[in-house]
């Protein structure tokens, strides 16, 4: 096993972990700022994705497809905020829980409807494919790397979203009190179709992004939903440090498991046992991080009082 | 005791369960036994659910982790049984079973360990927490049943004859409806003395009001644990009657779509309503049956009707024809 | 019998910068009404959760009938005797009111693993939540649900609930508000003879009450206490009359 092989994986696990948190990121901020938890955020991952294979196929440019899946998932997003999500509010969770069940079978249904059971495909534009040679004599993808960097550069515009702007300290003061920031005069129902929509354009990116990896199909959104879930467990609900920490750990732990579990335990198990044994425990590993995370901070790395 | 309009409204449909498929039967319409079979049996794992969701306010998305374990229960021993490929020698020699008795048995034991392991953890969070870790749990089954090799991985375990009961012939429809039919009346009898019991009593309380249990003596995470385990294990006793209905289990047992739809159940009968289950799996294959026969796509209008029920109609089917719910005393 | 039934020594207790206890010493004997007031803010809360035991102190112990219980949870101390009223009423509001004396007596009785019996048919857990909902007047209401009674009766109700666990001690916090005048006379009253079955340390703003049942009244103000004492000793201490009354009259 050489040294440049597990650098490769390392950095899998980084454009993981980077999709994992563009889709976490909204999650987590509706989460904190609505008190509500979408089911149907990974069918906002998969418009995203389908508008940009449609659009693509039909104009032939990546970047046109890339903002198609963001206006797409947003307009999606708000239009579902709007005519559903906001009855949502003041609801308990078990409601919240079905009205978004309900959403993913008319999302996926309705998108089956449209587009047909079989897989689209997205290409990777050629001014991004093909290897690139990095320091240390890595050859890797330069398409994986894109996304690395559009997720870290997502991540940084968020923290200073948050951090600086006037929207952002709307979202502070209604994650603390949601009372308040509406005495303040904030028109909070505009506030709350704008962060939706904005977690909506998030994961509908990140569907367009993976979707040049693997193929664009009807349900493609919710083992990403699942995986997005165990990331903002782990990092605390309603915190996006929680949730771009979670998201490494969560890609890292999933990539380089499945890679190396296999071959740890074929040095004391014959290579087939090894290698079945191997991807059933990796395929388990991230529940086992989550539950070991649990068993310490129940609310998570960055989580108050849940 | 006093008829009232829902209870007047169970017994009617309980009633229909029966009637239907002994109707259909007569007409030699197998195919409609079948359909009210796996009515009985999808209500039962709703009962199942039903006890966490409905008495202990316990929103578990992860409940077909335990239909699933259930499945692979009947799977794995009929499996053995079937190939006379010992299960394990050692400490008796065991060769899998078609009983379906002792496949049931094994269901429950290993579903109800199942809901111990998953509930101890997840029941030391609660809110949007708990919702999202039985969720992941109930996930990492179904992965490690892919990725599981022996046992048909994706592709799933068929089974070619349907396992045994003693004195009956389950090969022939009503038989086999007759099985699940009466363990979904056994098990509505238990689910309602449960609900009227001491712990039952107890249980409901810590849904409305934590401190108050607390501040009576008693500790809410036992009774949610215990409430978690008996859930698991009547939702894991459906599971190994739906495999052997199918005669095949594959790791989309313990999908959350599967969580999803049993939860479907029981809200569209109408929550903590003792035969919600019932009416909710009755209208639910109806649908499956009318409108998938109308379009492919039929799931859309579930979704419509799924979301039009939470958000306007909270009392579900039995709400709908039977009124608010009294307290019950 | 011990001769103190509630003791806390030194508890200490911050949330960030603010000290919300400091220091608090005070006992709870046999027979006796302890009073506890003092301004809004003053801590009194935070004081009833370490007692109950929904806080753990940063410092300082906690001894329920001579016991240190500074590591044990609510229920644990509930089940040593200690009978606890909520400020806002936590009852089970689908319940009747029978319904939540029985789970009273429930808990006071243990033995809650049971799946079968029929609860509302225990003659030994009815008679019990029946005697409770009788002592605070709310027997005409035992088939009422809950979330209808008034406010004054959901407050009956916690008291009756407290009664049915027979307990050794009674925690109230504010059992007088929202009773009105003549309901708040009424549970003066009951009180009064309540405290020669267990003693009770009682939080309360409705100084009438205070004054008329209080053998001993401690003043709670920025998270200490600034005087113990009868009700003629509180009256005329000048620390309380100039950091309390002071604080009313400004206020």
Known sequence: MTYILVLEQILNGLQLGMMLFLMAAGLTLVFGVMGLINLAHGSLYM????????????????????????????????????????????????DQVLATFALILIFSEGTRWLFGSFP???????????PVSLPGGIQYPLYRLT????????????????ARTRIGIQIRAGEADR????????????????????????AGLAGA???????VQVGMGEPVLILAFVVIVIGGIGSIKGALAGALLVGMTDTLGSVFLPQLFAVFMDPASAASAGASLASMLIYILMAAILLVRPSGLYGGSA | MMLTRESLLNWAMIAALLIV???????????????????????????????????????????????????YAMGILAAHAQNYEPLFEWPFLFEGSNQMPLIWLVAVVFSALAALVIGALSLRTSGVYFIMITLAFGQMLYYFAISWSAYGGEDGLSIWVRNEFPGLNTLDPIQFFAIAYVILCLALAFAARLARSPFGLALAAARQNEDRVQAVGLTPFTLRLTAFVISGA????????????????????????????IMIFVILGGVGRLYGPVAGTALYILLEHLLGGISDYWQIFLGVLLLLIVLFARGGLIGALAGREKAHG | MADVVLKTDALNKSFGALQASRDVSLDLRPGEIHALIGPNGAGKSTLIKQIAGNLTPDSGTVELLGREVTALDTVARARMGLGRTFQISALAMEYTVLQNAVLGALGGRGRVFHFFRNVMKDPELLERARDALERVG??????????????????????AVALTLKPRLFLMDEPMAGLGTAGSKALTGFLDGLRQEAPILLVEHDMDAVFALADRISVLVYGQIIATGTADEIRANAEVRRAYLGEEDAA
């Open chain 1, 179 to 202: 009372e308040m920031i509406a005495a303040l005069g904030v028109d909070i129902s505009k506030l709350y179709t704008v962060v939706f929509a904005l977690g909506a354009a998030l």
């Open chain 1, 120 to 130: 689209l495909f997205l290409d990777v534009p050629s001014y991004l494919s093909g």
């Open chain 2, 21 to 71: 498929p002994v109707a259909a039967w007569s007409l030699d319409e197998p195919f409609i036994i079948t359909l009210a079979t796996k009515a009985a049996i999808l209500a039962l794992a709703g009962v199942g659910l039903n006890i966490a969701l409905g008495l202990g306010g316990l929103i578990s998305l992860g409940h077909a982790a335990f239909f699933g374990i259930g499945g």
């Open chain 1, 47 to 94: 418009v995203g994705a389908f508008a940009a294979a449609a659009v693509a196929g039909w104009t032939g440019s990546f970047l046109l497809a890339l903002t198609a899946s963001l206006a797409a998932a947003a307009a999606a997003g708000a239009l579902m905020e709007l005519v559903v999500i906001r009855r949502l509010y003041r609801r308990d969770h078990l």
């Open chain 2, 234 to 261: 009547i939702t894991g006793l459906a599971g190994a009657l739906f495999a052997d209905l199918n005669r095949f289990v594959s790791p989309t047992m313990l999908s959350w779509h599967t969580s999803g739809e």
């Open chain 3, 138 to 159: 709310l027997t005409d209401d035992a088939n009422r649900r809950t979330a209808d009674l008034s406010h004054g009766q959901r407050r009956q109700l916690e008291v």
């Open chain 1, 147 to 162: 996304i690395i960097l559009i997720g870290l550069a997502v991540a940084a515009g968020l923290f200073l979203l948050i």
């Open chain 1, 209 to 215: 992004l993976v979707g040049a990896i693997q193929s």
